[in-house]
């Protein structure tokens, strides 16, 4: 019989989904989350509120100081289907173009996946 495993709460979802960004996609060490989400404990929860509506991947890119490519945004949509299959089918109508493209039109996703609300 499989263990029942509990979903992750919403912004416990988006955490677990930056740190293996880092990890897997930019070989970057995972506790840059955890000093990020260290500093957000300070801030209100406005501001906090407001920070999750940032994509997952791209709070991993600041935090590696790096801009991904083509072939690391397909790497996340993979990620996300392993972690939150929910979350890559939430995945906006627009991003189906292509990091790159966005990168190229200097467009940012500027709403966070469905799934990472600010629950």
Known sequence: M?????????????WAVVEATLSEIFHDDP?????LKDELSDASE????LFFH???LEVAADLSGVTPTESQFLL???LLGRL???AKLALRADMADGWSAR???NQAPA???TLFGSG
């Not at 506790?31 to 000093?35: D, G, H, N, V, Y």
């Open 2 to 14: 499989s263990q029942y495993t509990p979903p992750m709460d919403d912004r416990s979802l988006f």
């Open 31 to 35: 506790a840059l989350a955890q000093r």
């Open 46 to 49: 406005s501001e906090r509120s």
């Open 54 to 56: 940032a994509e997952p």
């Open 76 to 78: 996340y949509r993979c």
């Open 84 to 86: 939150a299959p929910e």
């Open 103 to 105: 990168v190229a039109r």
């Open 111 to 113: 709403e966070q996946l």
